[in-house]
């Protein structure tokens, strides 16, 4: 048996490992939206939910006849994992160029398409994947029958154990070598997994004498569960899922929005499924059927990141995500494979079909958190409505998952005791915009938002985190491009919307401006930061769209005179190095006018980012200039395929009409925006100069995001490595 649990441990690493890299070249060929996201992860259960189910239910009609052994037919499925992984990033890429050449000029209609190409191709794959626990358990059942009964659990914990290490590692592999030769390394697994199998299978006389030998054992009990353990399975899957999209809003202000933090949850979930799992395969040698209580722990467990993302309460971060998450993914991996186990019985048919309906409600639950609940209701209502089913289950145990001919337990008042402190608990927290009781609050399906302050101490934050502020830097990015133009303006262009206030300074030019925002609430809180915002937008000047930047430059026509980039802060955010790489440059080089410049605003970053980030437009474009912005603050980088004329501050505002005269110097009108200018200029460095800080570091690309992995070469300098993220006060 020791061989199924090595197998299942590499199978579960490669399975998180395909899943995190394949949903990152999703997301630079199709676009960093939340629709995306969803398709690519939906898309990616829904083939293990069939291969699940498919395998089983092929197991069952011809398995049990064949002469082929199942581990031969399991080295087959590892195969073709395997050569998933040289497969996949080329099958995304020649999705992208179709997509292209179809010419669709709506987000809907291009998210269809995308989502279509998606399940083509990833669907087949995955559903390798999720054929592998019902080929594993017709091998155990042939070869092991007394631990039959009890095979998926075991397989289960195995596979589970696999996936921690498949949350961790990962990101090292890519932060030394990028995401295509970590996808290599996942396919030599796999392959080493394919020849360990078929070496394995070749012991069949030994084999074949202890499934003789196991025909004289008493047959594997079969299944005990009542059609209430498929409901329970479906709704555990919803459950997790959804919760997880939950915590993702609710811990961000503390975690931060890097990849680590990211693969701290994933990971947290995962170990402490692992540790159910495993006190599952303990208890079930002497015990078959859970007390009452279960259910209603699980359901109180649910509601414990309301009080470890109380912003009232003083945590550390780690601490509040681990009291947080853990019990509740804990109990989780004890109930999973107990329902499993109790449907099939051991029988690879059954449990196909019992883990196709868990996954089932894995799909639906992000769904239903992310684009039904959370644009309706707070964090805290919505994981309140996911412990609802469990604190009930508790409380009316006739709702659980043993059979009709098993006397139901003996009441206590314990699961009420439960009841009762869940209540307490829903009652007595908040969510973390408690922080600005004087704010303005919009959910959509990406992210809760939130406008607060007065003043010029106004602020935006997204999921909890300090966007922007109104400050003349973010005029600068606007004004700096346009003035130095060697012609009149046309149009611009902003990507990423933020408070409005570059978009703003865009159109004080009278030019038509196109602004691309992500977030759909973002630009709804515009008229919260400036008071003229509703006659902005109501100008025929004025284009608002939302939508992914780079997906819309693929798609659009239009050429334009000026781009300027205001990615989101921190500079290590997860996703936001796709705004930074060649690839992102070569597409807006093809909408930029014969002149035009590039604005990429670069917030202040560690040698290797801004190195990065500099040799990729250095590569991308044969004239760059490079502004600092008041030393530390960040960079104005300006890029071109024409020289950019060298001009004097006081050229500079020669060239500007008097409407984005009066916006430069509205902030800061003992300044004057002559000296804002000549500040900007004083501070003036080559590339060369940039790029000499760290020459070693490649330039920025879709499969090196330099600015996300970072941690081993902060471990190098000897810094101190936190994924945290302050939460900002008031």
């Not at 293990?48 to 189910?53: D, M, P, R, T």
């Not at 555990?236 to 990211?262: D, H, N």
Request: include cysteine.
């Amino acid at each position: 048996m020791i061989w199924f649990f090595l197998f299942f441990s590499i199978s579960g690493f490669c399975s998180i490992l395909y899943e995190i890299v394949w949903l990152r070249l999703a997301m630079a060929q199709f676009g960093v939206t939340s629709a995306l996201v969803s398709i690519v992860l939906s898309m990616f259960m829904a083939g293990l939910g069939l291969g699940s189910w498919l395998s089983g239910h092929l197991i069952r009609k011809y398995g049990e006849s064949s002469s082929t052994p199942a581990l031969r037919l399991y080295a087959l499925t590892e195969l073709l994992i395997g050569t998933s992984a040289l497969l996949v990033p080329q099958e995304l890429l020649w999705g992208r160029h179709l997509l292209e050449h179809a010419g669709f000029s709506s987000s809907i209609a291009y998210y269809l398409a995308s989502g279509a190409w998606v399940a083509l191709t990833l669907i087949p794959w995955c559903a390798c994947m999720g054929a592998t626990i019902p080929i594993a358990m017709l091998a155990i059942r042939r070869s092991f029958q007394r631990e039959s009964s009890r095979s998926f659990s075991y397989l289960y914990l195995s596979n589970v154990s696999g996936a921690v290490v498949g949350a961790l590692v990962p990101p090292l592999l890519i932060e030394l070598h990028g995401f295509h030769w970590t996808l290599k390394v996942g396919a030599v697994l796999n392959g080493v997994l394919a020849v360990s199998a078929i070496v394995l299978s070749r012991t069949q006389p030994v084999a074949q004498r202890a499934a003789t030998e196991a025909e004289r054992l008493p047959s594997a009990p079969s299944k005990t569960g009542s059609r209430s353990t498929l409901a329970l399975l479906f709704t555990t899957g919803l459950t997790s899922m959804g919760m997880e999209v939950v915590w993702i809003r609710q811990f961000t202000p503390y975690l931060g929005t890097m990849v680590y933090a990211f693969a701290a949850i994933l990971g947290l979930y995962l170990a402490a499924t692992f540790i159910g799992s495993r006190f599952y395969r303990l208890w079930s040698r002497t015990h078959r059927y859970e007390v009452q209580l279960t259910w209603a722990c699980l359901g109180l467990f649910a509601l414990l990141p309301l009080i470890t993302a109380d912003p009232r309460l003083d945590l550390h971060p780690a601490l509040r995500l681990i009291l947080g998450v853990a019990p509740f993914s804990g109990v989780l991996g004890f109930v999973t494979p107990m329902l499993v186990d109790r449907w099939s019985g051991g029988d690879p048919d059954h449990a196909g079909t019992a883990y196709a309906v868990n996954i089932l409600g894995c799909i639906l639950g992000p769904l239903l958190a992310g684009f039904g609940l959370l644009p309706l209701a707070s964090e805290h209502w919505v994981l309140t409505l996911f412990a609802v089913p469990w604190l009930m289950l508790g409380a009316w145990p006739r709702w659980s998952s043993e059979p009709s001919d098993q006397a139901i337990p003996r009441r206590s008042l314990a699961p009420y005791a439960v009841l009762a402190l869940a209540v307490v608990c829903v009652v007595l927290t908040r969510d973390f915009q408690v922080v600005y009781p004087n704010s303005r609050v919009l959910r959509d399906n990406t992210a809760t938002v939130i406008a607060t302050g007065e003043g010029m101490q106004k602020r935006l934050l997204v999921n909890g985190i300090g966007m922007t502020g109104l400050s003349p830097v973010t005029k600068i990015m606007a004004h700096l491009p346009l003035a130095f133009l060697d012609h009149p303006p046309h149009n611009a262009l902003a990507i990423c919307f933020g408070m409005g206030t570059s978009y703003r300074s865009l159109l004080s030019w009278g030019i038509p401006a196109t602004a691309v925002e992500l977030v759909p609430s973002v630009p709804k809180m515009f008229s919260y930061f400036h008071t003229d915002a509703q006659d902005i937008l109501s100008s025929p000047l004025s284009h608002v769209v939302v939508d992914d930047g780079r997906r819309y430059l693929e798609r659009s026509t239009e050429q334009y005179d000026v781009v300027t980039i205001d990615p989101p802060p921190p500079v290590e955010a997860a996703g936001s190095s796709l705004l930074y790489t060649k690839e992102f440059y070569t597409i807006i080089k093809g909408r930029l006018r014969s002149g035009g410049i590039l604005q990429q605003w670069l917030p202040d970053g560690d040698d290797e980012v801004r190195a990065a980030v500099t040799r990729a437009l250095v590569e991308s474009f044969p004239y760059v200039r490079v502004f600092a912005y008041r030393q530390t603050w960040g960079y104005h980088f300006l890029a071109s395929s024409q020289p950019i004329p060298q001009r004097s501050a006081e050229q500079l505002i020669q060239r500007m009409p008097a409407a984005a005269i009066r916006d430069m110097q509205e902030w800061s009108p003992p300044a004057g925006p002559e000296r804002i200018f000549a500040l900007v200029l004083s501070l003036e460095k080559t590339p060369e100069q940039v790029i000499a800080v760290s020459p070693q570091t490649p330039a920025m690309q879709d499969d090196r995001p330099v600015n996300e992995y970072f941690l081993l070469r902060s471990l190098r300098r000897g810094n101190n490595v936190t994924i945290s993220a302050q939460l900002p006060t008031p």
